[in-house]
Antibody, heavy 121, light 106 residues
Framework: EVQLVQSGPVVKKPGESLKISCQGSGYTFTNFWITWVRQMPGKGLEWMGRIDPSDSYSRYSPSIEGHVTISVDKSRSTAYLQWSSLKASDTAMYYC??????????????WGQGTSVIVSS | DIQMTQSPSSLSASVGDRVTITCRASEDIRNSLAWYQQKPGTAPKLLIYAASTLESGVPSRFSGSGSGTDYTLTITSLQPEDFASYYCQQYYTTLWTFGPGAKVEV
């Protein structure tokens, strides 16, 4: 079964660091980009960025760039979303999703279950 | 960045209704448009990609159409499990963007 499994919910304080994960299974991990999508409480979906696991090339939304880092460990079939200094406004549900790296007609067809991040003092 | 708008932002419907949601891009996205369904507390689910291609396993009552900047998601004969939020998303450019969503309510 093709799936993306994300790490569990976290509660952090402002200024703390955090790294959440997204592990793929049931498919060739390097054949699909991994994207990260943010959903703030009660709000819509926001594309944050994506990474190509084959070469670790990443792109970010301008609204996010510089505040988060997307990385990947091919050997573990795992992608990461990382913050060095969290803000209260980072409180959200974070989803990872995959998209074919070769068929550009395709969209994000498999999604993780989501990771809840709460940042509160 | 390409901006996406959707209308309506919410609508009331009944089981059996035909529902249409529109999505407009700020520039031509050459059919690189997907539709997702999201129910409360769950991850989004891909319904349609490339503007009109039905994802495997998605019921045929869902269809997509459009070109250029204007796209439409249609649900014929709305079912109880279709009450949800629907998002369009463009993936034509390097930086992808979602529409604000449309909530289909009873």
């Amino acid at each position: 079964e093709v799936q993306l499994v994300q790490s569990g919910p976290v509660v952090k304080k402002p200024g703390e660091s955090l790294k959440i994960s997204c592990q793929g299974s049931g498919y060739t991990f390097t054949n699909f980009w991994i994207t990260w999508v943010r959903q703030m409480p009660g709000k819509g979906l926001e594309w944050m960025g994506r990474i190509d696991p084959s070469d670790s090339y990443s792109r970010y939304s301008p609204s996010i760039e510089g505040h988060v880092t997307i990385s990947v460990d091919k050997s573990r079939s795992t992608a990461y979303l990382q913050w060095s200094s969290l803000k209260a406004s980072d409180t959200a549900m974070y989803y990872c999703a995959r998209r074919s790296s070769s068929d550009f007609a395709k969209a994000m067809d498999v999604w993780g279950q989501g990771t809840s991040v709460i940042v509160s003092s | 960045d390409i901006q996406m708008t959707q209308s309506p932002s919410s609508l009331s419907a009944s089981v059996g209704d035909r529902v249409t949601i529109t999505c407009r891009a700020s520039e031509d996205i050459r059919n690189s448009l997907a539709w997702y369904q999201q129910k409360p507390g769950t991850a989004p689910k891909l319904l349609i990609y490339a503007a009109s291609t039905l994802e495997s396993g998605v019921p045929s009552r869902f269809s997509g159409s459009g070109s250029g900047t204007d796209y439409t998601l249609t649900i014929t004969s709305l079912q109880p499990e279709d009450f949800a939020s629907y998002y369009c998303q463009q993936y034509y450019t390097t930086l992808w963007t979602f529409g604000p969503g449309a909530k289909v309510e009873v």
